[in-house]
């Protein structure tokens, strides 16, 4: 395991819909989607974790080293990519 988590976000087409690209290994399970956080309060640990420490977040998919997230537009981006950042840090470290 690296002993930093980096965090590089790309932006798309839809100003509420950001990838955050990590360099970790956030699941081992393929693909998972969670459209709202009632979902995400049953699915994997990380995705408890993100739900329960980022507010903003409306929808999450998390691939291998990817999270798509999709955002409430009265969260701004920067506030969010930083508690995700800071989450994940203690998660791994």
Do not use: H
Not at 32 to 58: K, W
Not at 76 to 84: F, G, K, M, R
């Amino acid at each position: 395991m690296s002993e930093y988590v980096t965090v590089e976000v790309e932006y798309g087409d839809d100003a509420n819909v950001a990838e955050l690209y990590i360099n970790q290994v956030l699941t081992g399970d393929g693909e998972e989607r969670y459209q709202n956080p009632a979902a995400g309060d049953l699915g994997s640990p990380i995705a408890q974790m993100l739900f329960t420490a980022v507010e903003g977040i409306n929808s999450l998919t998390i691939s291998e080293d990817c999270l798509t997230i999709q955002r409430d537009p009265d969260y701004p981006w920067e506030a969010i990519i930083d508690e995700v950042r800071d989450a994940l840090r203690d998660w791994y470290l």
